[in-house]
Every structure is written in structure tokens, then in C-alpha cells.
């Protein structure tokens, strides 16, 4: 127990060591250039503060939040619903893992991002539209996996004594798809944080991405780098506060579960 412990404390020593030696080299390599060129690091931590807390600029934050997670929530059940139908109807299996799931996994980023501009203007719409689409992926090839890896014998249990299907897919189904679930929703979450920018640069005029494009226009790398660094910041605070607690609590009912 000690040693696991002095294994972890090390583990944490070396990874915060290695951020602070980061920092060291930037702030060296930041001295004799420009900060048109590269801002120190205090620089861009007081626009990161100003971001946090000037009511004008935190919006820009809330607002992509939101949109990332309304947009991981309409992926995830999208992607499970295609999944489902590909399992429960065999002529549309081929339909949706052979064609639908090769065009979506082909389909370039900017490319969704350049249509959806075309069709929706310029909306939250547009933003939510590219980046379902991208996480789409991810969700189906999840759910299809878990489906796929059903055990048989247990669903043809709860159907011999359920009275409705839609009562084993709840009850039976779902909390067997739980853990690929799970895969789907962390995933999902990281790469919407990764093309958020991306999707607000082409359609939207409020966000960190905008917020970015301003910062852009007008040469401002202490801005971008601001503007990165929240966005960091933002994946690493959900990830703790809900992405890690949903994964520990569904490791708990799967040990509480085994014999």
C-alpha cells in the first residue's frame, strides 16, 4: 500500500515537474522576441483571468460550453439509435455500418463545417450541425460494438418473461451498453472540445472560437493562446467534475453486479 502510494506521489512529482519546466522554457524563449510573436506566460495568464471574469468575454465561454455538451448529448443519442437499428433490422445493417458510417467517418471537418454554413447561416444551429456530425463516428461504432457484444442468452432470458421488448431494452440492454456508453460519451467529449473552435470560426458570432477569430484579425497571439488555454481549461474541469465521475460510478455497479 505504501509503495502504490509512493509509486502514484512520483507519478504526480514528474507530471507537475515537467509542467513547470514547460513554463520555465517558455518564459525563457519568450524574453528576447515580440509579444506579437510569443507572449510570456503571464501575459497570456492575465488574459486568461480577464476571460474568467469579465462578464462580456466568460459568455463567450458559457456558450461554448453549452454547445459542446448539447451537442455530445444529441451524438451519443443519434448515434445509439442508428446503432440500435442496425442491430434490430438486418437490412439495415448494411446500410448503416457499410455506407452511412464510411461517409461519416470519410467526411473532412471543414467540409461539414463549409455546408452547414451553406444551409444554416450563421447559428448555434450550424455550430451543434458540424459537430454532432463528427461525433456521430464515434457513437455508432461504440453502441454497435456493445450491441454486437450482447449476451444472448440473458436478452432471450428477459424476453421469455418480459411482456413488452421496450421493457428489456431498458431493463436489460441499456445497462449492458452502459460501459461502451461510457467509452462513447468520453471520447466524444474530447474530440468536441478538440473541433469546437473550428465549428465557431466558420459559424458563429459568439464563443471562444469568435472569440479567437477576433484575436486573429487583429494579430493577437496573446488572445489565441488565451483563448486555447481556456478551452484546456474547460475539457480538464468536465472531465473531472462529470466525465470521471460517471466512469467510477459505473465501474461501482459493474463490481457490485459480479458474482
Not at 454547445?67 to 437499428?85: C, M, Q
Not at 436489460?172 to 460501459?179: E, G, H, I, K, T
Request: charged share 15%.
Amino acid at each position: 500500500m505504501l509503495s502504490a502510494a509512493r509509486k502514484a506521489f512520483t507519478q504526480r512529482g514528474l507530471a507537475e515537474g515537467l509542467v513547470v519546466f514547460a513554463l520555465a522554457v517558455w518564459w525563457w524563449s519568450s524574453r528576447p522576441l515580440p509579444a506579437s510573436a510569443l507572449p510570456a506566460p503571464e501575459a497570456v495568464a492575465s488574459r486568461l483571468i480577464q476571460i474568467l471574469t469579465t462578464p462580456e468575454l466568460n459568455w463567450h465561454l458559457l456558450v461554448t460550453t453549452a454547445r459542446v455538451l448539447a451537442s455530445v448529448v444529441l451524438a451519443l443519442g443519434a448515434g445509439f439509435l442508428l446503432a440500435l437499428l442496425a442491430h434490430t433490422v438486418p437490412w439495415l445493417s448494411g446500410i448503416i455500418m457499410d455506407r452511412i458510417l464510411v461517409w461519416l467517418n470519410g467526411m473532412p471537418s471543414v467540409g461539414w463545417a463549409i455546408l452547414a454554413v451553406i444551409w444554416f447561416k450563421v447559428s448555434d444551429l450550424t455550430v451543434i450541425f458540424v459537430q454532432v456530425m463528427i461525433l456521430l463516428p464515434f457513437s455508432l461504432i461504440n453502441f454497435a460494438e456493445g450491441l454486437k457484444n450482447l449476451d444472448r442468452e440473458v436478452i432471450e432470458m428477459a424476453e421469455s418473461f418480459a411482456r413488452h421488448r421496450a421493457g428489456v431494452l431498458r431493463k436489460v440492454v441499456m445497462p449492458m451498453l452502459m460501459p461502451y456508453g461510457a467509452a462513447a460519451l468520453r471520447v466524444s467529449y474530447g474530440v468536441c472540445w478538440k473541433i469546437a473552435l473550428i465549428s465557431e470560426l466558420f459559424g458563429a458570432r459568439s464563443g471562444l472560437g469568435y472569440l479567437m477569430l477576433q484575436s486573429q484579425a487583429v494579430g493577437d497571439i496573446t488572445g489565441v493562446l488565451a483563448t486555447c488555454f481556456s478551452i484546456v481549461m474547460l475539457f480538464a474541469l468536465g472531465e473531472a467534475l462529470l466525465i470521471n465521475p460517471i466512469t467510477r460510478s459505473l465501474r461501482r455497479d459493474l463490481a457490485a453486479k459480479e458474482p
